[in-house]
């Protein structure tokens, strides 16, 4: 008995542990940063533009059942707006419902060619809806927070690409004034270029681009760039300078551009935003070569 208790008073000696695999924390012991990386993370890393394009596809398609419904109503509700609208002249119709029906005719695109007015109630339905919830739920103020939130990233993205910045500020603005140009321009009426009553879905656009680029740079505007910088990278097999950063110029350009087409609307320059964003778009190629070539950092792709 003696013998037993004096065992038991004998301090353990440690064994040697076997190098093994470490054990791997279970999800809810994780900290949370690590998870929040993971999810914003995404496996970008692996996919490309065409696997993640595909994927969305595929997203959509598996969707198609369960929204056919809200699918049904929107497509009646574009529908009977263009099979009432599209028909009046407006010229023919006395003073009120002559502006009434120009009023409902550029609110709803219905002079607008195909492209943009698919264009235009794709954001209706779906951005637009967000933010009138969002508007519903945290009040104006609250919700347009990201269109002014834009002008200090922009500062930033300057900030870091310094001259670089005009290239790429360029060739957004000469894109979005031949875009703008492009969908004000096509209509029932032959003749009828850069014309102000097909100009809201070009606003629309604006807005939309503005607020997604203020929103945050995890959105798909960013992946999208950087997947397609990704895959030019492989394709080159060498590294490719480019972020969210030069994004962001890049669209920001694209947004200006649009809205300056405006002005040659009203100056009533019918191919205005082609003439201007050619050599907008030719100036940015030419900044390239003659910009000062400062010691430059790689903005590879980062995330907010």
């Not at 004998?10 to 924390?25: A, D, F, H, N, T």
């Not at 502006?99 to 951005?127: C, E, G, M, Q, R």
């Not at 957004?172 to 100009?199: E, H, Q, T």
Request: glycine share 10%; aromatic share 12%; net charge positive.
């Amino acid at each position: 008995m003696a013998e037993a208790g004096s065992k038991l008073l004998l301090p353990r000696i440690p064994q040697p542990v076997s190098p093994g695999r470490p054990i791997e924390k279970p999800p809810f012991l994780r900290e949370k940063a690590s998870i929040d990386q993971e999810l914003a993370k995404g496996g970008e890393e692996e996919e490309s533009l065409f696997t993640w394009l595909r994927r969305l596809f595929h997203q959509g398609i598996k969707a198609l059942p369960r929204m056919g419904k809200t699918l049904l109503i929107q497509l009646g509700i574009v529908f009977l707006v263009n099979i009432i609208l599209w028909p009046l002249n407006t010229g023919r119709l006395p003073g009120f419902l002559a502006s009434l029906a120009s009023a409902l005719i550029f609110l709803t695109a219905t002079y607008n060619d195909i492209i943009p007015k698919t264009i235009y109630w794709v954001i209706v339905f779906t951005f637009g809806k967000r933010l009138f919830f969002k508007i519903k739920r945290e009040g104006w103020t609250k919700a347009i927070q990201p269109i002014r939130g834009l002008l200090p990233e922009c500062r930033q993205a300057y900030a870091i690409l310094r001259e670089k910045s005009y290239s790429f500020l360029l060739w957004g603005g000469g894109i979005g004034l031949a875009v703008a140009n492009n969908f004000a321009s096509y209509s029932r009426f032959s003749g009828a270029r850069n014309k102000m009553d097909k100009y809201f879905v070009v606003l629309v656009i604006s807005f939309t681009v503005s607020y997604l680029l203020g929103e945050s740079k995890k959105g798909w505007l960013f992946k999208l760039a950087r997947l397609a910088a990704k895959d030019y990278a492989r394709l080159r097999k060498k590294p490719v300078a480019y972020g969210d950063h030069h994004t962001l110029l890049l669209l920001t350009g694209f947004v200006v551009g649009m809205l300056l087409d405006g002005l040659l609307i009203m100056a009533k320059i019918a191919y205005g935003g082609y003439l201007l964003g050619g050599l907008a778009f030719l100036g940015g190629l030419a900044w390239t070569f003659i910009a000062p070539r400062g010691d430059q950092k790689k903005q590879l792709p980062t995330e907010r």
